[in-house]
Nanobody
Framework: QVQFVESGGGLVQPGGSLRLSCAAS????????MGWYRQAPGKQRELVAS???????NYGDSVKGRFTISRDNAKNMVYLQMNSLKPEDTAIYYC?????????WGQGTRVTVSS
């Protein structure tokens, strides 16, 4: 059974930082590209960053240079370090494989950037 559980969201002021964590269950974790996605109010869910099992990462243009994705294959964990946060980063953040497993979205973790 595949399951993703996100945590670490919260309310932060513009320019602040947060670190999101994702616990992934299932032995398939090590062979999958993992991704962090976000969905802002009234918008479609979008890919923020992805990371191969070996550590190679890719980022969306809007977060490049501010966000860092990482993973710990031994612990089945994926992280997203978010720095220099902007109000437009406000969204619910999800982790999943990339491409995503459609039926296995978690509840996500809410990030609100506001003064």
């Amino acid at each position: 059974q595949v399951q993703f559980v996100e945590s670490g969201g919260g309310l932060v002021q513009p320019g602040g930082s947060l670190r999101l964590s994702c616990a992934a269950s299932g032995s398939i974790f090590r062979i999958y590209v993992m991704g962090w996605y976000r969905q802002a109010p009234g918008k479609q869910r979008e890919l923020v960053a992805s990371i191969y099992s070996g550590g190679t990462a890719n980022y969306g243009d809007s977060v490049k240079g501010r966000f860092t994705i990482s993973r710990d294959n031994a612990k089945n964990m994926v992280y997203l370090q978010m720095n220099s946060l902007k109000p437009e980063d406000t969204a619910i953040y999800y982790c999943n494989c990339h491409p995503p497993l459609r039926d296995y979205w978690g509840q996500g973790t809410r990030v609100t950037v506001s003064s």
